[in-house]
């Protein structure tokens, strides 16, 4: 029987995908996971010869669709956009609140995107450097704030920073990222970290200043502005990275396949060109078992920064 079974499995793997693939997104459309899916979706449509259809599956912090995905068949034709929040910061957040566990009920495929944070506020706040910002709110302890959603990367970004610092201010949550760039642009908020993608725009167009980025080097479009790791904070490096996850069990070969499919997708010229456009820098990881490795360091290190700050998760 164990035979029959192993063999099934097999000419299932050699032969996937036999149907349209759900590329299940578990945010709301035009955020960097929804971005990415639409990028790879018709590339891979076209390579693997099925459709894969996005799917947003929005709700709970990304919980909602991952566990779509966790509890679906395992043969390769439901796939997760997962991300840093979904797959290594909601199982110590939602420790306990879940129905399925992502670190055992999901495998990686492959990582796509890194994208660093950036601490940034508006054009018109004082402190024209890192050195000055630093001065400028030791002064002033207590009267500051910054805004990101309560256990989001760059929430947790946020607090590491304080934490190395010893800065003190408020978190001021807003409705969302657009009403979020609306307060730092007013005054409202006075500085946040977030994700480059979204503000490296409002810095190149004079309306932000950018004093730090979370990435391993310096951006390209932003030369001149220093990564955490320079400035004496090597542990505040949070980024939105993306990849894609399976659930558990499915077979190694469909696993390789769209690891393999996925990779030559990103090195299409078209495809390419959306990512650039995007702003979106395409970071693969090299097999994976190399990203289900990241996978995993990743998770200890942000539980770490979870249980050192007593963080609560809603």
Do not use: C
Not at 25 to 46: H, Q, W
């Amino acid at each position: 029987m164990g035979s029959a079974t192993n063999v099934a499995w097999k000419v299932t793997a050699e032969a996937w995908p036999t149907r349209p693939v759900r590329m299940v997104v578990p945010f709301a459309p035009g955020g960097a996971n929804d971005i990415i899916a639409r990028i790879l979706s018709p590339a891979l449509s076209e390579s693997l010869g099925q459709q894969f259809v996005v799917d947003n599956r929005a709700g709970a912090s990304g919980n909602i669709g991952t566990e779509i995905v966790a509890k679906s068949q395992p043969d390769g034709h439901t796939v997760l956009v997962g991300n840093v929040s979904t797959n290594a910061i909601n199982p110590t957040g939602f420790a306990g609140a879940l129905s399925f566990d992502p670190v055992k009920d999901l495998v990686a495929v492959t990582l796509v995107s890194r994208i660093p944070n950036l601490l940034v506020a508006a054009a018109t706040f004082p402190p024209k450097d890192f050195k000055e910002l630093i001065a400028y709110a030791r002064a002033r302890p207590g009267q500051l704030n910054y805004s990101n959603p309560i256990g989001a990367y760059s929430h947790l970004d946020m607090l590491e920073f304080l934490a190395r610092t010893g800065l003190k201010m408020e978190n001021v949550p807003t409705k969302g990222a657009g009403a979020t760039v609306a307060a730092v642009l007013s005054g409202e908020i006075h500085f946040y970290f977030t994700n480059a993608a979204t503000v490296t725009p409002q810095v190149l167009g004079g309306r932000m200043k950018a004093y730090a980025t979370t990435g391993m080097t310096r951006l390209a479009d932003l030369p001149d502005v220093p990564t955490t790791t320079e400035l004496g904070l090597p542990t505040v490096r949070g980024e939105i990275w993306v990849g894609t996850f399976v659930p558990a069990r499915t077979p190694q070969a469909v696993i390789e396949r769209l690891n393999a499919a996925t990779v030559q997708a990103t090195q299409r010229q078209d495809t390419r060109a959306h990512f650039e456009k995007a702003r979106v820098p395409v970071t693969l990881s090299r097999s994976p078992e190399d990203f289900q490795a990241y996978v995993r360091e990743e998770t200890a290190r942000w539980a770490r920064i979870i249980r050192d700050n007593n963080v609560k998760f809603q």
